[in-house]
């Protein structure tokens, strides 16, 4: 509804001007670039101009430990990390944790939006709920179940595995971060998928009721495809989101019994290696798997991807 | 709404389900709490609920140079990323649902690519940056990062509020003579306002939650922020169990988000959902 609004407000203020002058517009044209100049500027300088320069750093021996014999290798390093075991290990574990925690939370999200859109009791009160894991700090809650699942501490561990610590063991310290990236990161997806609920009609649900449509049927058949949309945003953004993953495992795990994702073992380089050179190789390959996954995405889903101007979402 | 279903057996369904949804979502946090609020002796006696009381990590904690230095650092380094961000950000908000400019298109795109960016890539190249510039360890070397990532959830937010406003209002303050920036600071803030404090929020619980730039950007009590501070708790003395001071630390700085969400949850859904579908 606000799409169609913005559309018709932009193209009434546009028309007249278009038609009555170049000043003023010169001057719009100047306003809109010294009001946007100091977040473009921003933005492009804390994370542009890093990349750039971690790609540099990448084709370097660079070892803080030992300054002195800093020199351009090429290509080497990538050699080293992609020949490398551990660097597939973390690549492994981090694409298991991003597919099997997104899966779940677009089910369970879809789930806890339709309640938190649907219920006729008590809706401000679920909706308080579900905001907390969404706004707790991360560090926080990764310590809630490192002690819940803590032998005699905890009361996870002594209710589920009586017997031995799920953290020390790596499938059940896996299931644990995911578990513990479920719990966090749900409500997200399902206020994004929310608000693609929203612009379901009723209209349309309440005739394909009247048509004799199942629950499974108006569902499937009219809420998912309009939903669509939002339903791509919300796995685009949740998907590269987990991909980051890192303050779970630090706290749960860190890192222990080949646990460590790809963000955990490029800070664990850079910290306890002081490798700059294969730190940032790191930086840069892990920038361009997140950018072919994002690229994949807004390739499959066309104009539905976020981004795109108003015009293209429909 | 289609016709809503206010039968009893629908009432005890919905609530069950809001119910469900209450549990998964509290029990981590009580769980914190309880741990926060046992005593030595039981913290280990794995109870959900504590069997003696006390406030005794609490007040261990604030006692600590340690913690309270770490919420000085949070609220100050958060508090400032939080204003800078949502300043530009209503700025470029402004002009990208407003103003008809070239290039509105590719700041739209980049804060997108931003919202993406994995900001573990960035670690390595900050760290030596920042180390090669002074920055390293102060509160500016963990605001930068901060406000170059809230921006994109700033600017889109701002921009779906910024969309909704009656901007008619405007054009008639501009007939009447006022300029641009006049009509915007006048007539168009006050309106603004609501979503710029939505705003404001989510870039402020974006800021209190971050982890890996405030551990891997800090090195001493100068600038470390509470999450990371929590993480490198050892308790009064090297001997003593950390767990009970961790916990009531991490209650301490969930306490904000809890009063943000009891007071805020319709702006903050609001904001969340308005900015991912209109964007």
């Not at chain 1, 308080?128 to 310590?143: D, E, K, R």
């Not at chain 1, 819940?148 to 896996?174: H, I, M």
Request: aromatic fraction near 12%; include cysteine.
């Amino acid at each position: 509804m606000t799409a169609t609004q913005v559309r018709h407000t932009t193209h009434a203020a546009v028309k007249p001007k278009k038609a009555a002058l170049s000043e003023g517009k010169r001057a719009e044209r100047k306003l809109g670039w010294l009001l946007c100049a100091p977040a473009a500027i921003v933005m492009v300088a804390v994370t542009a101009y890093p990349i750039l320069y971690s790609f540099w750093l990448s084709l370097q021996r660079y070892d803080l430990k030992f300054p002195d014999e800093r020199e351009f290798i090429g290509l080497t390093n990538y050699v080293t990390v992609l020949s490398d075991g551990y660097w597939w290990t973390a690549f492994g574990v981090t694409m298991l944790i991003t597919v099997v925690s997104v899966a779940v939370e677009l089910v369970l999200g879809m789930g806890l939006a339709l309640i938190m859109h649907r219920t006729i009791i008590g809706r401000g009160l679920v909706r308080t709920s579900a905001l907390i894991p969404y706004g707790i700090v991360t560090v926080v809650a990764a310590f809630s179940w490192r002690y819940a699942w803590t032998p005699g501490t905890g009361y996870l561990a002594n209710a589920v595995a009586s017997d031995g610590a799920p953290l020390t063991e790596r499938a059940s310290s896996l299931a644990i971060i995911i578990l513990a990236e479920i719990w966090k990161t749900t409500p997200f997806m399902a206020l994004l998928l929310m608000a693609g609920l929203a612009l379901v009609p009723d209209d349309l649900l309440k005739a394909a009721s009247m048509d004799g449509a199942t629950w499974w049927q108006r569902f499937t058949k009219v809420m998912l495809p309009v939903m669509k949309p939002a339903i791509l945003v919300a796995l685009l953004f949740r998907t590269l989101d987990a991909l980051r993953v890192f303050d779970n495992i630090y706290v749960l795990t860190n890192g222990a019994n080949e646990t460590s994702s790809v963000s955990m073992i490029a800070y664990n380089n850079l910290m306890k290696g002081l490798n700059l050179g294969i730190g940032s190789t790191m930086s840069v390959l892990i920038f361009l798997t997140v950018a072919i996954i994002a690229f994949i995405f807004v390739k499959l889903f066309g104009t539905a991807a976020p981004g795109s101007s108003d015009d293209g979402r429909r | 709404m289609a016709a809503i279903d206010t039968r009893p057996a629908a009432k005890v369904k919905w609530g069950l389900l809001d119910l469900i949804v209450v549990v998964f979502a509290l029990v981590p946090v009580l769980w914190i709490m309880s741990l926060s609020f046992k005593t030595t002796a039981t913290l280990t006696d794995g109870n959900f609920i504590p069997r003696d009381w006390t406030f005794d990590n609490y007040k261990l904690i604030f006692q600590t140079d340690q913690f309270v230095r770490a919420l000085i650092n949070s609220i100050g380094i958060a508090l400032i990323s939080t204003v800078i961000a949502v300043v530009l950000g209503t700025m470029a908000a402004y002009a990208i649902s407003r103003l008809d400019f070239p290039g509105k298109t590719l700041l739209v795109g980049v804060s997108l690519l931003i919202a993406m960016f994995p900001q573990v890539s960035l670690v390595t190249p900050l760290f030596n940056i920042e180390r090669n510039t002074g920055l390293f360890d102060t509160w500016a070397g963990l605001i930068l990062p901060y406000i170059t990532f809230a921006l994109p959830l700033a600017i889109y937010t701002l921009s779906a509020f910024f969309k909704q406003i009656p901007w008619d209002l405007e054009k008639a303050a501009k007939m009447d003579g006022a300029t641009q920036g006049e009509a915007f600071r006048k007539v168009i803030a006050p309106l603004a306002a609501p979503g710029v404090f939505t705003t404001a929020i989510l870039v402020f619980i974006f800021c209190w939650n971050d982890f890996l730039f405030a551990i891997s950007l800090t090195s001493t009590e100068r600038s470390r922020t509470v999450p990371v501070a929590l993480s490198f708790f050892t308790g009064a003395s090297q001997f003593e169990d950390p767990t009970g001071a961790i916990s009531a630390a991490a209650v301490v700085i969930t306490i904000p988000i809890i009063l943000f969400v009891l007071f805020f949850q319709r702006r903050i859904v609001a904001g969340l959902t308005s900015g991912a579908v209109k964007g």
